[in-house]
């Protein structure tokens, strides 16, 4: 299928999306969907191919394509918002190693416990986006070769209302980091 639910308003691809998985899973075969919405591709995919310019870049699951990118296009490719990637000068990394982590990662401190390992940036917040169930929070990491553009949390949380705002942190741990090169856009090994 080429992109059969392109031209579907937001409501209608919704309820489209899920019909459409309930009957690939009735009929059992296998389908091959194109589509250029990500949302779709994780949403229906049991294996997506991410591709960049005829190259397949990564092959998984919709989880393994989200949490486990091999390079920076999938990284900043899927998700909506992208992966943050910073060039943080850790001098525990090899030098210019790209630190990449989900918006949903990147949270106050006072979320984590004490006993918690932490990795944490200052965060300057330049805006806020209400969008309903989310917000998204745009903003600067203090020393940070790269901005970071993107940081989610749910509407109900009060903290990143205010811009100017310094105190969110980011959690580094093996789960929600990826270490990335950046000459090669690649994951790092180990």
Not at 9 to 16: E, F, I, P, Y
Not at 109 to 131: D, I, P
Not at 147 to 174: F, I, L, M, N, T
Request: with cysteine; net charge positive.
């Amino acid at each position: 299928m080429d992109e059969p639910l392109a031209n579907l308003d937001a409501k209608l691809r919704n309820t489209a999306r899920d019909d459409l998985k309930r009957f690939q899973r009735q009929i059992q075969t296998t389908t091959v969907y194109v589509t250029h919405d990500q949302v779709e591709a994780m949403g229906l995919g049991d294996r997506i191919v991410v591709m960049e310019r005829g190259k397949v870049r990564q092959i998984g699951t919709p989880q393994e394509v989200y949490e486990d990118p091999v390079d920076t296009f999938v990284a900043t490719f899927v998700g909506q918002p992208p992966m943050n990637l910073l060039d943080t000068g850790d001098p525990a990394l090899p030098p210019r190693t790209l630190t990449g982590f989900r918006p949903e990662h990147f949270l106050p401190k006072s979320v984590f416990g004490t006993a918690e390992e932490l990795r944490t940036f200052r965060f300057a917040v330049r805006r806020v986006e209400y969008l309903g169930s989310d917000r998204y929070v745009y903003g600067s990491v203090a020393g940070a070769a790269r901005r970071c553009d993107h940081h989610r949390e749910a509407a109900g949380d009060h903290r990143a209302r205010h811009p100017g705002r310094r105190d969110p942190r980011v959690r580094r741990a093996p789960a929600c980091a990826a270490l990335l090169r950046p000459e090669t856009g690649l994951r790092r090994k180990g």
